[in-house]
């Protein structure tokens, strides 16, 4: 009983209470677009449960809390409005049951009038108060003056019209002046109006038992839209003895509005070959009582009835549907853009296109899809191309790689069948050599400050040229043969040419290609390192004259040989110069050992003249090292972990051109102190 009352009222309502109530109003639910928005049965209590003596007043239902208002003043036992099920709910049509019960199936709560226990007939009627729809009538005593209203809490009808109150009740009560009696209000916010007198039920239940009947009455237009609406039961009994019980008892009330429909359909099939007729069905809901239908390209193009059929699309396309669903309360319209497809249903015929078919090797093209006939998938075959194959509409980037004629071909289908197009010899891939690049100069090597022209010797005709020249002025040049690139300072220096013609370009780049050396055989003793305290020869040669700077800890500045004692760490500069006006400047840096020193040459020259023809690690304490030598491309050319090892410059067994190398150095002291190091190297020759 509570399920069927609290989750599946709307349905319950519309076959018990509403059959009756909508016969009387003359109101066709099916199309009425009837909705329940508010519905109150007070809930049911536990089993063995009938929460006798619960008054109305601040009762808590699910909807909010209940109110009571005495309209006239009262006596003191005048009779109550309860909440409980002393009086449970029954369907309309069934006799009430009150009192207490232990059977589970009595629970549901109703709102009902019953006497209080110290009332002046409550010895015979209900010596407690409140077991069921039972009141004092007065009489004798006349104290039992009652006139009070069961107030709902407040609902909200916002966007609710054509309000229709719904109830299951039972009443008897009227004595033969008519001061015994329930009406009906409804509160608009502002004040409360009688907008019912439900007659007596049914006798047909026997002495003081009342038939649940169903009941149904408007709210009028003032409720339409208003968030401040209450329902209102208000009961008057005065003491002249003569009303006969039941009272009146309610369940079941519910509020059920007219909403605008909201259009929604479908079509038995929206792809069609021409010719083809489809059915339409109306999905709309709020019950609409009118259809307007717009088959834009169908036969017919209109309808006005629920759910057409047998509409035909004569020709291919697409074709948008629209239809406008109306009621009492308003309209919607529901417009589906190129809902329908209608296809020739005929196979497609292949044709497509290339934007180029005649071009040079190394060459990306794209094809476009030219058939007719609505293809759905497609298939193409580019022997030669790559890639060779493709599923897409329109394929791009296929490129050809190899001079030659090749075949495309294109397979396009649908449902109704396929079509093959091939176009023989239709790709024409030409031969386009890529020039090769290539340069010289007639001096690689030369002094400081020297200007020189380099001369391209690349082939395949290229038609423009960028030279790169790091480290001269200028440094950049787009001349075929570029003159007059001058290098200021010693070194190696790369050089780099890009040439180019309609084909394509190519780069070629000459490491170390350019020799800077203003005095060719100038060389200096390596760095050292020694003890504080001790002494070491410089040597310098290669040159005829040689000056050394700075002064302090040498035993001379002019010479070859002189001899170097110095306090500190101290990096000496030779400046050498020859017959020919060339001059350079070489350095040698001597390092000053304390404990837990260590030293790496900066430049060593293995041309095995016995001096400095090896590269070592120096130091003192040094208890174990790893010494790793890398070139300019990270690639290791030395390594040891032994401290008397030198490198010869050698990688492989073949000595290495002079270049700057990279090295990471790890020690290990006596005492277990430890440090990583990385730095430079300078292999001269």
Same mark, same amino acid.
């Given at each position: 009983m509570t399920q069927r009352y609290e989750d599946g009222f709307l349905l319950y309502l519309l076959r018990r209470l509403c059959f009756t109530a909508c016969l009387l109003l003359g109101i066709g639910l099916n199309h009425a677009g009837a909705q329940a928005f508010w519905i109150e049965t007070f809930g049911s209590t536990a089993p063995n449960s009938c929460d006798q003596g619960t008054v109305a007043g601040g009762f808590n239902s699910a909807n909010g809390t209940w109110t009571v208002t005495a309209l006239s003043p009262e006596d003191p036992d005048a009779n109550k409005w309860y909440i409980s099920a002393t009086e449970p709910g029954m369907p309309a049509g069934d006799c009430s049951s009150q009192g207490c019960h232990i059977n589970s199936q009595y629970t549901d709560r109703t709102l009902h009038v019953g006497n209080v226990a110290t009332s002046p007939n409550a010895l015979t009627l209900c010596p407690t108060g409140d077991c069921g729809a039972i009141y004092d009538a007065? $009489?004798?005593?006349? %104290? %039992?003056? /009652?006139?009070?209203?069961?107030?709902?809490?407040?609902?909200?009808?916002?966007?609710?019209? $054509?309000?229709?109150?719904?109830?299951?009740?039972?009443?008897?009560?009227?004595?033969?002046?008519?001061?015994?009696?329930?009406? %009906?209000?409804?509160?608009? $916010?502002?004040?409360? /109006?009688?907008?019912?007198?439900?007659?007596? /039920?049914?006798?047909?239940? $026997?002495?003081?038992?009342g038939l649940w009947t169903a009941y149904a009455v408007a709210l009028g237009a003032s409720a339409d839209n208003n968030p401040n609406v209450k329902i209102g039961f208000t009961w008057t009994n005065d003491n002249g003895g003569l009303g006969v019980n039941p009272s009146f008892a309610v369940d079941s009330i519910a509020l059920i509005g007219t909403l605008a429909p909201v259009a929604d359909f479908e079509a038995s099939d929206t792809v069609l070959c021409t010719g083809d007729c489809i059915d339409f069905t109306d999905l709309s809901s709020n019950f609409p009582t009118a259809w307007a239908w717009s088959f834009i390209g169908g036969n017919p193009a209109t309808s006005s009835v629920e759910d057409p059929s047998s509409v035909c699309f004569l020709n291919p396309g697409t074709y948008t549907i629209q239809l406008i669903v109306s009621n009492g309360t308003g309209l919607d319209t529901l417009t589906k853009v190129d809902y329908i497809t209608v296809n020739a249903c005929t196979p497609p015929t292949a044709g497509f296109a290339a934007d180029s078919t005649n071009f040079c090797e190394r060459t990306c093209i794209n094809f476009s899809d030219q058939s007719i006939n609505g293809a759905s998938g497609w298939k193409w075959l580019f022997p030669g191309g790559t890639p060779s194959t493709s599923t897409d509409q329109n394929r791009q980037q296929i490129c050809y790689y190899t001079p030659g004629l090749y075949d495309v071909t294109q397979i396009v289908y649908n449902q109704f069948g396929s079509d093959t197009l091939i176009l023989t010899d239709y790709i024409n891939v030409n031969t386009c050599p890529l020039p090769v690049a290539d340069f010289a100069t007639f001096t690689p090597s030369f002094c400081s400050n020297t200007c020189i022209n380099f001369f391209d010797q690349s082939t395949f005709n290229p038609t423009a040229w960028q030279w790169y020249f790091p480290g001269a002025s200028p440094d950049t040049s787009s001349a075929q043969n570029p003159v007059g690139i001058c290098y200021p300072t010693d070194g190696f220096y790369d050089v780099q040419l890009i040439v180019s013609n309609a084909n394509g370009s190519d780069t070629t780049i000459k490491y170390s290609y350019i020799h800077v050396e203003s005095v060719p055989n100038a060389f200096v003793s390596p760095d050292t390192a020694m003890y504080f305290g001790s002494s070491y020869q410089l040597i310098a040669g290669g040159g005829m004259n040689y000056t050394w700077s700075p002064a302090i800890g040498l035993d001379t500045i002019g010479g070859p040989n002189p001899i170097a004692n110095p306090q500190e760490t101290t990096t000496y500069t030779v400046s050498i110069s020859d017959l020919g006006g060339c001059s350079t400047t070489r350095q040698v840096t001597i390092t000053i050992l304390h404990n837990n020193n260590f030293f790496v040459p900066n430049s060593f020259s293995p041309n095995n003249d016995g001096h400095n023809d090896y590269l070592f690690v120096r130091g003192n304490n040094l208890y174990g090292i790893r010494f790793t030598v890398f070139d300019r491309w990270g690639e290791k050319v030395w390594e040891t972990t032994n401290q008397i090892d030198g490198w010869d410059g050698r990688y492989k067994g073949k000595e290495l051109d002079p270049a700057v190398f990279t090295y990471v150095l790890t020690i290990i002291y006596d005492d277990s102190k430890n440090l990583t190091q990385t730095g430079s190297i300078t292999l001269i020759r």
């Open positions: 007065g $009489g004798f005593q006349n %104290v %039992v003056f /009652t006139n009070s209203r069961a107030e709902s809490p407040t609902i909200n009808c916002a966007g609710q019209n $054509g309000i229709i109150l719904y109830f299951n009740y039972f009443m008897n009560a009227d004595d033969p002046t008519g001061n015994d009696n329930l009406s %009906v209000e409804y509160f608009d $916010g502002t004040i409360w /109006t009688t907008i019912a007198d439900p007659p007596p /039920t049914d006798p047909l239940c $026997g002495q003081g038992f």
